[in-house]
């Protein structure tokens, strides 16, 4: 499946703009750990990519990712994709084995908080925020408050990367597409 085809499929049932560009900024991430640990940029960028795809029509903890799962198949999506994409949700029962697949982990829903940060500061922009804002929201319960900070980091840790060197390189590889994810700002 080539990017064109998976972004047709997300397309297809993703209409929430909102969660499309989740999608996006977990497909930089993946393409950026890609490159970092030279493995495949297009298997990892697909992954991040397509992970979400069923969240509209799987809206539960018990029917996501699992009952998107035969869809991708049908769809003749790398098998790699799928389990990694399986993996992702800690009820399905399907372990993180691969460095994939633990990354997949850590970038889901930190891209969010990543994503809320930016959103609050004045410029609204990815190109200021550092991790030092990142890590002031963190501290502050109430910001973000659905988020699981614990996940977040137990994520991080089962992928083998410190928390804010983590968050650095997820904040630099969503600005290389910031304006698809409406994060350009108004810098001054």
């Known amino acids: 499946m080539t990017r064109d085809e998976a972004l047709l499929l997300v397309r297809e049932y993703v209409k929430n703009e909102g969660l499309v560009r989740h999608m996006l900024s977990v497909e930089a991430a993946m393409r950026y750990y890609a490159e970092k640990f030279g493995a495949d940029i297009e298997l990892w960028g697909l992954t991040g990519l397509l992970h979400d795809f069923d ?31 399986l993996s992702h949700g800690d009820h399905t029962g399907v372990t993180r084995d691969s460095l994939m697949e633990k990354a997949l982990n850590a970038c889901d829903e930190i891209t969010g908080l990543i994503t809320a940060v930016a959103l609050v500061r004045p410029s609204r922009s990815l190109s200021d925020l550092e991790p030092s804002s990142v890590k002031k929201k963190w501290k502050d319960k109430a910001f973000a408050a659905g988020t699981d900070r614990a996940g977040m980091e137990q994520a991080a840790a089962e992928f083998g990367i410190d928390l804010w060197e983590h968050v650095g390189n997820v904040i630099t590889a969503m600005r290389r597409i910031a304006p698809e994810l409406g994060l350009v700002g108004e810098i001054a």
Do not use: C, F, M, Y
């Open 55 to 85: 969240w509209e029509i799987h809206p539960t903890s018990e029917q996501h990712p699992s009952e998107g799962a035969p869809i991708l198949q049908q769809h003749g999506v790398d098998p790699v994709i799928v389990r990694a994409i």
